[in-house]
């Protein structure tokens, strides 16, 4: 049976605490059905899905070779994907980074050569908070949300990207399968 995998940029657990905190906050205003559990949180690359050994070896070895330096990250915003009255995920958004969109194209291109399918749906980097409305479309406006203030211009310089393979029903449910360091520090 093959794993289900995604590579991923991690979030620093300091920086998670603060946005667990942050959707605690929302969790009463929100009616969704999953919420992001604590250790969870992290910046998507490329969803993989089922991924088969051989194909995962060949991803490892195809990573392997990219060379990639290290950048920052800044939290920037809050947002969502779908209708304001029944959205689909509630996320923070992060500065737009040449570096993480650079990285993002080179992870493409090596999940690619690996022999995955690849998503063809333009790149939107966020962190989701939450998913799968569970409401109805009355009274919440993400509009009225409050901000996550304290989280609004927080940094982490990135070093590594993770192979995570995915564990439903567990917390957390993403566990690191393969770990990538990325280099010396450069601004992003």
Same mark, same amino acid.
């Given at each position: 049976?093959?794993?289900?995998?995604?590579?991923?940029?991690?979030?620093?657990? @300091?920086?998670?605490?603060?946005?667990?905190?942050?959707?605690?906050?929302? !969790?009463?205003?929100?009616?969704?059905?999953?919420?992001?559990?604590? /250790?969870?949180?992290?910046?998507?690359?490329?969803?993989?899905?089922?991924?088969?050994?051989?194909?995962?070896?060949?991803? #490892?070895? @195809?990573?392997?070779?990219?060379?990639?330096?290290? =950048?920052?990250?800044?939290? !920037?915003?809050? /947002?969502?994907?779908?209708?304001?009255?029944?959205?689909?995920? =509630?996320? +923070?958004?992060?500065? *737009? &980074?040449? &570096? +993480?969109?650079?990285?993002? @194209?080179?992870? !493409?291109?090596?999940?690619?050569?690996?022999? =995955?399918? #690849?998503?063809?749906?333009?790149? *939107?980097?966020?962190?989701?908070? /939450? !998913?799968?409305?569970? /409401?109805? &479309?009355?009274?919440?406006?993400?509009?009225?949300?409050?901000?996550?203030?304290? +989280?609004?211009?927080? &940094?982490?310089?990135?070093?590594?990207?993770?192979?995570?393979?995915?564990?439903?029903?567990?917390?957390?449910?993403?566990?690191? =399968?393969? *770990?990538?360091?990325?280099?010396?520090?450069?601004?992003?």
């Amino acid at each position: 049976m093959a794993r289900h995998t995604f590579l991923a940029v991690p979030i620093p657990y @300091e920086i998670q605490k603060e946005i667990h905190s942050y959707a605690q906050e929302l !969790k009463p205003l929100l009616p969704l059905k999953k919420w992001t559990s604590l /250790g969870d949180y992290h910046i998507t690359l490329q969803f993989l899905g089922a991924s088969p050994d051989k194909e995962l070896e060949q991803l #490892i070895h @195809e990573i392997n070779k990219i060379k990639s330096t290290a =950048f920052t990250i800044t939290l !920037k915003s809050s /947002g969502y994907f779908g209708n304001p009255k029944t959205p689909r995920v =509630f996320w +923070l958004g992060i500065d *737009r &980074s040449e &570096s +993480l969109l650079k990285l993002q @194209e080179q992870m !493409k291109h090596a999940c690619s050569s690996a022999g =995955f399918n #690849i998503d063809s749906r333009p790149y *939107r980097p966020h962190i989701t908070i /939450g !998913k799968r409305w569970g /409401g109805d &479309s009355q009274g919440t406006s993400y509009e009225n949300l409050p901000e996550p203030k304290e +989280l609004i211009n927080r &940094s982490w310089e990135v070093e590594e990207i993770i192979l995570y393979e995915i564990h439903p029903g567990k917390e957390p449910m993403y566990v690191p =399968f393969h *770990r990538f360091h990325i280099g010396e520090s450069v601004e992003g």
